[in-house]
Nanobody, 119 residues
Framework: QVQLVEFGGGLVQAGGSLRLSCENT????????MAWYRQVPGKQRELVAG???????NYADSVKGRFTISRDNAKNMVYLQMNSLKPEDTAIYYC?????????????WGQGTQVTVSS
């Protein structure tokens, strides 16, 4: 079983920093891709940053140079360091992970953590 739990959201002023963490609190899996998505009311969930099992990363253009994704494979955790935050970064941030199981890619989501950036 997989249960992803996010930590680290909150309220911060523009220009500030936050670090999000995501932990699988149940059985240890060798996750394939881990990622962070975000969503604001009325809009689609969008990819913020992703990282493969070999630590290749990709970022949304809007966060390049400000956000850094990393992972600890031994702990099955993924992190998102967010610097130079802007009000438009305000959203619910979701942790994502997938794992291959019997030729099927299974996808898992956390419950989300609110990030609010005040101007």
């Amino acid at each position: 079983q997989v249960q992803l739990v996010e930590f680290g959201g909150g309220l911060v002023q523009a220009g500030g920093s936050l670090r999000l963490s995501c932990e699988n609190t149940r059985t240890i899996f060798s996750f394939n891709t881990m990622a962070w998505y975000r969503q604001v009311p009325g809009k689609q969930r969008e990819l913020v940053a992703g990282i493969t099992s070999s630590s290749n990363t990709n970022y949304a253009d809007s966060v390049k140079g400000r956000f850094t994704i990393s992972r600890d494979n031994a702990k099955n955790m993924v992190y998102l360091q967010m610097n130079s935050l802007k009000p438009e970064d305000t959203a619910i941030y979701y942790c994502y992970a997938d794992v291959w199981s019997r030729a099927e890619l299974r996808k898992y989501w956390g419950q989300g953590t609110q990030v609010t950036v005040s101007s």
